[in-house]
């Protein structure tokens, strides 16, 4: 086994607890996340880290290992918190959450007010800053990524000592807050400015240009049918909540003090996700304009921005002569590894397919081809026979057609007109707040989500069965 693979199963423990996730994801902002996972920010509220990460990628595309076992053990301990606090104000996660939420905002105001005028010397220290923003927000949230069905069903059992009720299941996992992509059409119609609305339009590979941010607002308000559509399907989407709101609470005040308890945590689990999104699409926001302010004084093409690191201008290698030439090959391939004592930029080639393959196969023999997959439900539903189409990246939406279920690592706000065409929505990643879930739900999709491994085991054209209603994807 090439030496950055048998390093990382060593420092993260078991093969078996390796999981993955792949898609549009940049050097620049997914590279950042690294420094997060480790002691140095992860002590603040947990007893241990994630070990090791190994980071492929190339434009428009990247695939991240990380450890499954840290990631679930963050919803473990942060249930065991909340229940002993037993409410959202008191939670510590949610108050450092929100001390840093409004760091970013302010960051985000202060760089996007003083770009251009930056003397060369404060634009690099602003460059710095990302990384460590972004490691307290996620510290302080991670803990609602990694929720699923199976956490719920768990921590019910814990309490009561019997298997969780469907009623309480169905309704602790229906969102009674407004999703991020309604609040997206609330800014479309609102907004003031380009400063308003810019961050939406970012993603995990990068953000608009600032020049383009009118020209994409447009295009979005026709592509959706004109501003008066928007205001309609917003004029619904806030009634449909108003009515689930009221649900919710008509539920809840059935329950016993423990199971309210439960039901607010998954509640709170799931708006905090959806939330979160505005602090971390504004630090990706800011980071890609500083990258590209400062690539663009160097005289280095701006469209390398995704390929910077934070290590970059954290440890001073922009100074390097031969920069722009390590942009240039890390665009065609670069692998990133990292732990707590060790970190290293790889662009070769040959190393670079070894060490991937190495960790692809070792997936592939934990998990081999099968013709029925599992997961958790997301959003019930039946379809009897449509295509799979694997989509990774947004490279590969044009292969997508109406009605053909989408298959997918994650989906993210970009994926969003997929699925309003899909039949149904698979994906590798992802708990009750994970995007697909909410969105699918928002939607009325079929969806399975955390099937760790369909992207590997299915094909784009092949005829699948998905039965949403028990969790299982058929190949026909």
């Known amino acids: 086994m090439p030496k950055f693979s048998e390093r990382f199963i060593s420092r993260i423990g078991s093969p078996k607890d390796i999981t993955k996730q792949s898609g549009t994801f940049s050097l620049d902002v997914y590279g950042t996340f690294f420094q997060g996972a480790f002691k140095e920010y992860m002590s603040e509220l947990y007893d241990f880290d994630f070990g090791a990460f190994a980071f492929f990628g190339k434009e428009n595309y990247g695939i991240l290992f990380f450890s499954l076992e840290a990631y679930e053990k963050t919803t473990r301990v942060g249930w065991e918190r909340f229940k002993k606090i037993k409410n959202i104000e008191n939670f510590i996660d949610h108050q450092k959450y929100h001390s840093y939420r409004e760091l970013i905002f302010k960051f985000y105001d202060e760089v996007l007010a003083r770009l251009n005028k930056m003397p060369e010397e404060e634009l690099v220290e602003k460059l710095k800053l990302p990384a460590h923003h972004l490691s307290k927000l996620l510290v302080s949230t991670v803990f609602c990524e990694a929720y699923q069905e199976v956490h719920l069903a768990e921590f019910y059992e814990q309490l009561k000592g019997k298997s969780i009720p469907d009623d309480f299941k169905a309704m602790a996992m229906k969102p009674g807050f407004t999703s991020f992509v309604t609040e997206f059409n609330r800014l479309i119609v609102n907004y003031k400015s380009e400063k308003d ?93 500083l990258t590209e302010e400062y690539l663009k004084r160097r005289g280095i093409a701006i469209d390398l921005a995704p390929f910077c690191s934070s290590y970059d201008f954290v440890e001073d290698n922009f100074l390097a002569t031969d920069f722009q030439e390590q942009l240039e090959r890390r665009k065609n391939n670069f692998f990133l590894y990292a ?50 189409k694997v989509i990774h990246s947004q490279k590969d939406f044009d292969i997508f057609n109406e009605g053909d ?71 026909l």
């Open 197 to 289: 609305i810019a961050w939406m339009f970012a993603d995990y590979y990068s953000a608009v240009p600032k020049e383009k941010i009118k020209e994409k607002i447009e295009h979005y308000i026709l592509e959706k049918g004109g501003i008066e559509t928007i205001k309609q399907s917003l004029k619904q989407s806030d009634e449909i909540i108003i009515e689930q709101k009221k649900e919710l609470e008509a539920f809840r005040e059935t329950r016993d003090e423990e199971e309210r308890i439960l039901f607010d945590f998954t509640q709170y689990a799931m708006e905090l996700r959806d939330r979160r999104k505005e602090p971390l699409q504004k630090l990706m926001t800011t980071q890609y304009y």
């Open 339 to 388: 732990d707590n004592d060790y970190h290293v930029m790889i662009d070769d080639a040959e190393i670079i397919k070894a060490e991937e393959q190495s960790l692809l196969d070792l997936i592939k023999s934990l998990h081999p081809e099968q013709d029925v997959i599992k997961g958790s439900i997301a959003c019930k539903g039946f379809v009897a026979s449509a295509t799979a």
């Open 405 to 475: 279920v989408l298959i997918t690592s994650m989906t993210r706000p970009e994926f969003v007109p997929l699925m309003r065409k899909a039949s149904a929505v698979i994906t590798d990643e992802g708990g009750v707040t994970c995007h697909a879930a909410i969105i699918s739900r928002e939607l009325n999709i079929p969806c399975i989500i955390g099937t760790k491994f369909a992207t590997q085991i299915l094909k784009s054209g092949d005829t699948i069965e998905v039965d949403a209603n028990k969790g299982i994807i058929k190949k």
